[in-house]
Each structure stands twice: as C-alpha cells, then as structure tokens.
C-alpha cells in the first residue's frame, strides 16, 4: 500500500490504479452517480485506507477509502471526516467503515 502525504496525492494515486468511481453515502448505501449503483456492505471490501490529519483543526481528519466491488466489477473512493457518519448510515455500513484497515 502507498503512503501518500496529502489527500490529494491519495485520490491521484487510487485514480491511477483503477479506483475511478466516486462514492457517497446515501440512504445507508455507498452511492456513486456516475455508474448509479448503490453498494451494500456485503457488496464491496475495503482494500486501502488511507488517514491524514490536519496541521492546526482538528476538523481537517480525513479518510479516504479504497473501495472494490467484485460484484458489480468496480473499484472508487469514498472520502469522510474521522467518526463523521451521516444519519441514514445503516449499522452494517458503520461496522464495515470502522474496520481497521
């Protein structure tokens, strides 16, 4: 696995090794626009995490994620701020997300 400095080195990177769908979170599903497909948690692995922290707030925590589907033959990204989950996150995604990479 890389280690990127910023999370903007980390997307680049991920985008050059196929992770090319962005995903979102929507309606306890990882949702990407571009393809519309809405993914489960059974549907997807978690192959990379990568953290970064902000140099002066705290409110600056990312994560990126590197997110396969073997299921639907895609691999995207997901970003989120450290313990930020939206309120329509079911348990199962929760629980997958906070699976130590």
Same mark, same amino acid.
């Given at each position: 696995?890389?280690?990127? &400095?910023?999370?903007?080195?980390?997307? &680049? /990177? =991920?985008?050059?090794? /196929?992770?090319? =769908?962005?995903?979102? !979170?929507?309606?306890?599903? =990882?949702?990407?626009? %571009? +393809?519309?497909?809405?993914? &489960?948690?059974?549907?997807? %692995?978690?192959? +990379?995490?990568?953290?970064?922290? /902000?140099?002066?707030?705290?409110?600056? $925590?990312?994560?990126?994620?590197?997110?396969? %589907?073997? #299921?639907?033959?895609? #691999?995207?990204?997901?970003? $989120? /701020?450290?313990?930020?989950? %939206?309120?329509?996150?079911? +348990? +199962? !995604? !929760? #629980? #997958? !997300? $906070?699976?130590?990479?």
């Amino acid at each position: 696995m890389e280690n990127y &400095q910023t999370v903007t080195e980390a997307l &680049q /990177g =991920l985008k050059q090794r /196929g992770f090319t =769908l962005d995903f979102n !979170l929507a309606n306890g599903t =990882l949702h990407s626009s %571009s +393809e519309n497909i809405n993914l &489960q948690p059974e549907d997807f %692995s978690i192959t +990379e995490i990568h953290r970064f922290e /902000g140099m002066s707030d705290p409110a600056d $925590n990312t994560i990126v994620y590197g997110i396969e %589907s073997p #299921k639907y033959n895609v #691999k995207g990204v997901f970003l $989120n /701020g450290y313990g930020v989950y %939206s309120d329509d996150v079911s +348990e +199962e !995604l !929760l #629980k #997958k !997300l $906070n699976t130590p990479g």
